[in-house]
């Protein structure tokens, strides 16, 4: 017989094992308004600051960067997928090759998703039982099951810093509420399964276990119901694992409803755990979720949406193969610092998106010179061209890291509120009657009025 909520908080206090901790959190600042934070996380791979977002590199490859350039647009922290690299290049290559450190030559910290989206994104493929998730390969159609254990065990093969528990996902718009709250519980006692496979001993270090080199994080589900995210909060909160995720949301969802689950997840969270809110990352969703209380956020339509032409710019998002933009000689975003935009051979600046990491490059100029891309060159290659992407791809990624650094600076010097308004309103060129209603307010909320000078 399955358990009850009831019994599973109550298991936690009782049969879940304790589990050691691979990092520290230390909130430096709190906005007084909202409920921004800025903070220093310290995992494995050093120290990364937040509010943070991470770039996704799937399989173990940002499409169209170097490690070094992505190293160089001053990120610490990126995601890998446990799905795609346990198919390939499947786990006996992993170990033999040491992990996915070391397979991307990626000297800094990796979180690597669960596979659980995947029941949403590869459904047609999948069935998902009490046992795991079965389903068939996409390369060759092998029969193939994923348990949380399985999970687990592949993320210990990839040695990243920050791992998922295995989690049933359904998409939030789903009419089925007991499908719906079966997919919670079930994430609930998955998660205890995840739990003991982490406290095995570690292969490297059999005296000690894995949840003293990497941490695990918990995946709160429930849709957009309000009390089911609380019921499945307080569970996960029992079972104290490092960080907590919040999950399931981004899948066409409205705004308003969105911002409805974020906020009433940070609203019962403890303070001194990062919060991470899966697979966000349109600029408006990730300043608005700050203010809610989340720190941390991955997404990769920023370098997706790079492969189309589009820039992410303080002035909006910009579909630079417009004919428009043929004979536009300026940059590709006047107020960004990136590579890309700086004028070609400007002098050394300081590190892009500078952090309390060091980088590997640290001794040379790699990132000094400028490369001064116009729109015009950008539109010209865009449609047949990769340089085109690969040039998009490394602005739209400072981009968002940029972003992320002006909010936590923001948030520092206590000026939050005021940072919403200057941004939302370089976005819209001023024009508050195109601001999005949904985040106006979600916004007043927490109390902030865009709408007000």
Same mark, same amino acid.
């Given at each position: 017989?399955?358990?009850?909520?009831?019994?599973?908080?109550?298991?936690?206090?009782?049969?879940?094992?304790?589990?050691?901790?691979?990092?520290?959190?230390?909130?430096? @600042?709190?906005? $007084?308004?909202?409920?921004?934070?800025?903070?220093?996380?310290?995992?494995?791979? *050093?120290?990364?600051?937040?509010?943070?977002?991470?770039?996704? %590199?799937?399989?173990?490859?940002?499409?169209?960067?170097?490690?070094?350039?992505?190293?160089?647009?001053?990120?610490?922290?990126?995601?890998?997928?446990?799905?795609?690299?346990?198919?390939?290049?499947?786990?006996?290559?992993?170990?033999?090759?040491?992990?996915?450190?070391?397979?991307?030559?990626?000297?800094?910290?990796?979180? !690597?998703?669960?596979?659980?989206?995947?029941?949403? $994104?590869?459904?047609?493929? @999948?069935?998902?039982?009490?046992?795991?998730?079965?389903?068939?390969?996409?390369?060759?159609?092998?029969?193939? =099951?994923?348990?949380?254990?399985?999970?687990?065990?592949?993320?210990?093969?990839?040695?990243?810093?920050?791992?998922?528990?295995?989690?049933?996902?359904?998409? !939030?718009?789903?009419?089925?509420? @007991?499908?719906?709250?079966?997919?919670?519980?079930?994430?609930?006692?998955?998660?205890? &399964?995840?739990?003991?496979?982490?406290?095995?001993?570690?292969?490297?270090?059999?005296?000690? !276990?894995?949840?003293?080199?990497?941490?695990?994080?918990?995946?709160?589900?429930?849709?957009?119901?309000?009390?089911?995210?609380?019921?499945?909060?307080?569970?996960?909160?029992?079972?104290?694992?490092?960080?907590?995720?919040?999950?399931?949301?981004? *899948?066409?969802?409205?705004?308003?409803?969105?911002?409805?689950?974020?906020?009433?997840?940070?609203?019962?969270?403890?303070?001194?755990?990062?919060?991470?809110?899966?697979?966000?990352?349109?600029?408006?969703? =990730? +300043?608005?979720? +700050?203010? =809610?209380?989340?720190?941390?956020?991955?997404?990769?339509?920023?370098? &997706?949406?790079?492969?189309?032409?589009?820039?992410?710019?303080?002035?909006?998002?910009?579909?630079?193969?417009?004919?428009?933009?043929?004979?536009?000689? *300026?940059?590709?975003?006047?107020?960004? #610092?990136?590579?890309?935009? $700086?004028? /070609?051979?400007?002098?050394?600046?300081?590190?892009?998106?500078?952090?309390?990491?060091?980088?590997?490059? @640290?001794?040379?100029?790699?990132?000094?010179?400028?490369?001064?891309?116009?729109?015009?060159? +950008?539109?010209?290659?865009?449609?047949?061209?990769?340089?085109? %992407?690969?040039?998009?791809?490394?602005?739209?990624?400072?981009?968002?890291?940029?972003?992320?650094?002006?909010?936590?600076?923001?948030?520092?010097?206590?000026?939050?509120?005021?940072?919403?308004?200057?941004?939302?309103?370089?976005?819209? #060129?001023?024009?508050?009657? /195109?601001?999005?209603?949904?985040?106006?307010?979600?916004?007043?909320?927490?109390?902030?009025?865009?709408?007000?000078?």
């Amino acid at each position: 017989m399955l358990k009850t909520m009831t019994t599973l908080v109550t298991d936690a206090a009782s049969a879940i094992p304790k589990m050691p901790s691979a990092l520290t959190f230390e909130i430096r @600042a709190r906005c $007084s308004i909202t409920k921004a934070r800025a903070s220093v996380l310290r995992l494995p791979h *050093g120290p990364i600051e937040t509010p943070i977002f991470m770039p996704v %590199a799937t399989q173990a490859s940002l499409k169209g960067l170097t490690p070094e350039q992505l190293e160089a647009a001053g990120c610490r922290l990126c995601l890998n997928n446990t799905y795609h690299l346990g198919l390939k290049p499947g786990q006996a290559v992993l170990n033999k090759v040491g992990g996915a450190h070391k397979l991307q030559s990626w000297n800094h910290n990796i979180l !690597t998703d669960s596979g659980g989206f995947q029941m949403v $994104s590869l459904l047609e493929l @999948a069935t998902v039982t009490e046992k795991g998730v079965e389903f068939l390969s996409p390369h060759d159609g092998t029969p193939m =099951l994923l348990t949380p254990e399985h999970s687990i065990d592949l993320q210990h093969s990839i040695g990243s810093d920050i791992i998922m528990q295995l989690d049933d996902v359904i998409v !939030t718009t789903s009419p089925d509420d @007991a499908r719906m709250r079966e997919a919670m519980l079930r994430s609930v006692r998955w998660l205890d &399964r995840c739990i003991a496979e982490h406290m095995k001993p570690d292969a490297l270090n059999p005296s000690a !276990t894995y949840a003293e080199r990497q941490n695990l994080f918990c995946i709160i589900q429930g849709g957009l119901d309000l009390d089911m995210r609380r019921e499945c909060a307080e569970a996960m909160v029992a079972r104290d694992t490092p960080g907590i995720a919040i999950g399931g949301l981004s *899948g066409g969802e409205e705004k308003d409803k969105y911002c409805a689950v974020v906020k009433a997840c940070t609203d019962v969270l403890p303070e001194g755990k990062p919060r991470y809110v899966m697979g966000v990352g349109y600029p408006e969703d =990730l +300043i608005v979720s +700050i203010a =809610l209380g989340a720190d941390m956020f991955d997404c990769v339509w920023g370098t &997706r949406t790079a492969r189309f032409g589009n820039a992410i710019t303080s002035g909006g998002v910009l579909n630079l193969r417009n004919a428009k933009y043929a004979n536009d000689f *300026g940059p590709v975003d006047p107020d960004c #610092n990136c590579i890309i935009c $700086s004028p /070609q051979d400007s002098p050394a600046r300081p590190p892009l998106n500078n952090s309390l990491s060091t980088p590997s490059y @640290a001794d040379t100029n790699y990132s000094a010179k400028g490369l001064g891309i116009s729109r015009a060159y +950008i539109h010209h290659l865009a449609a047949k061209e990769t340089a085109g %992407a690969h040039l998009l791809t490394m602005h739209n990624v400072a981009y968002l890291l940029n972003l992320m650094n002006k909010a936590k600076q923001a948030v520092i010097e206590d000026r939050y509120p005021q940072f919403l308004k200057d941004t939302f309103g370089k976005w819209y #060129n001023g024009d508050k009657e /195109q601001f999005p209603k949904w985040a106006v307010d979600a916004l007043r909320g927490v109390g902030v009025d865009l709408l007000e000078d």
